[in-house]
């Protein structure tokens, strides 16, 4: 038995303001030098009929704190969200190169 294990995706449960459940992988997080919090989430969907209808469009929110309680907000500043998704995919890009170079 090997001594390296393999843990599944993160999988967040979002609820609009609608009540409407909506379930992501988390594939990315971060923190900015200012202390803003941000999330790259997947869509994840429940059969292939909805793989194959959905975008796949990666969701970048941005985390904030009220009463204790996190929320994941749309980041409605095209700057703030252009910056904050390049880092993403910069990120995201390393990864692969990385996991590419271990094979």
Do not use: C
Request: aromatic share 8%.
């Amino acid at each position: 038995m090997s001594d390296e294990f393999e843990l599944g995706p993160d999988i967040v449960t979002v609820v609009d303001d609608d009540g409407k459940e909506h379930t992501f992988e988390e594939l990315d997080r971060i923190e900015t030098d200012d202390g803003s919090r941000y999330v790259a989430l997947l869509p994840v969907y429940d059969d292939d009929i909805e793989i194959l209808e959905g975008d796949g469009d990666v969701l970048i929110l941005k985390v904030i704190e009220e009463d204790g309680e996190n929320y994941l907000i749309q980041i409605d500043d095209d700057e703030e969200f252009d910056r904050i998704g390049n880092i993403f995919e910069d990120r995201l890009i390393e990864k692969y190169e990385e996991e590419e170079n271990e094979e």
